[in-house]
Structures are given as structure tokens and as C-alpha cells.
């Protein structure tokens, strides 16, 4: 299933999630397992956090970008539209590539 995730992105080019496991960079192209880091200030929800289109109004812009990715073992999350709408928790993704415009 095709969705949508934001992440970091590092002065070097590469990315990193945005919150939790931070300091990991994510490759693209290749299957990640999600795992789970609790993490102080944050709900634990299993899973990569990625969104069915390019949108979080809640979430800062800056230094990040959207990708677009595929996602196996996916469980919806429904949350308000100031949220983006439609979560889903993946417990696996593949990162295919930079969205080239994104909805806003």
C-alpha cells in the first residue's frame, strides 16, 4: 500500500525520523522493520507513522520533506484533519523517493 511520510533531513542529504530514533538514518529503497523506542512527551504506537497524502498542518516544515513510501502490515489510525487526516502504522516500510509537490 502507497502512503506518504515525513522526515528529517540532514545537512548531509540523508534522512532520519523526525522524533523518536532520531539519530538512525533510513536508506531508501529498502524494507525497515518498524521498532519500538519509548520515548518521554510521546504516546507509544508501534509502527512507522505515515499519512495517505502529503499533508500534516500540525508539523513544522522546516528542514524536512515529504517521501512517498510502501507500507506491509498496515492499521489505521484515524485523527482530525489539523492531524493530516488518516494515519496508518506500518510495520514495514520502503522508502521510494522525495514527493515532488506536496499538498499543504
Known sequence: MKA???FRVMKDGSISSLFIN???RHPLN???KSECYPTKGFQVRS???CTCKPNAPHL???DREWYEVYMLDVTELKRPESQGGMWYLA???KILGKVQEPVQ
Do not use: A, E, N, P
Request: without cysteine; charged residues 30%.
Open 47 to 49: 509502527g512507522w507513522h
Open 91 to 93: 510495520d514495514q516500510i
Open 30 to 32: 529498502k524494507w525497515l
Open 22 to 24: 532520531k539519530t538512525v
Open 4 to 6: 506518504y511520510k515525513l
Open 60 to 62: 513544522s516544515m522546516k
